[in-house]
């Protein structure tokens, strides 16, 4: 996924990339899933706009999620709320080839994958006023001051985000760093089209599962932020 950051005065061109192209393996299993799951449920990138009950074979509540790492989450939330339709966008390979594990394990139908850049999918592909929903859990804090231009929630790219939700379609970002979980609330709050939904911080909502990874934290005493805005 990248960031909403622009060098050249065009929206989304020049943006700074949020993510490092990692190297990493795949299981055989995730390999063989991949293979067999990604003609039939990736959505491959182009720069035109997608007709998103077209691509689902119905109408019904659609939700992206921004960085699906490797599929836990996403695969989870997707069969708990299989009345929703769910996009998945990701990068990395080895994360893909894990939630196409998981699709196929659970007997989702609900969710499909585009393996691209997050800024160019939801700036060329996504429909104004097309989503019911957005997850964006947990994306890199790049914690170094230096590196924080390379942050995914910064003003432009939540604006482009708010124009693809709904009137009253939500966003929800989660992180476990603190001073990240900070800038997200100020970014969010300073975009007009969208209103908080608590005072500050919003519990953890039921439908947002906890990792390993977080349950593991949480033991440690580190904490973990949501925020959720609504589309006006």
Known sequence: MSAGV???GREGYGHIKSYVRRA???SQAQERHYAELMPKIGVV???QVLDLVAVYGRDAPK???IGC???ETTARIADACRDNDYLG???HVPGVGALCKQIAERGLTNLRI???DAVEVVRDMLPESSLDGIHLFFPDPWHKKRHNKRRLIQPPFVALLAARLKPGAYLHCATDWEEYAQQMLEVLSAEPSLVNT???FAPRPAYRPLTKFENRGLRLGHGVWDIIFKKL
Do not use: K, N, S, W
């Open 89 to 91: 966008v990701e990068v």
């Open 45 to 47: 990138y182009g720069d």
């Open 24 to 26: 990493g393996r795949m």
């Open 69 to 71: 790492g490797m599929g």
């Open 6 to 8: 622009y060098t050249d």
């Open 198 to 200: 608590a005072a500050g």
């Open 114 to 116: 585009c393996q691209h």
């Open 63 to 65: 939700i992206l999620e």
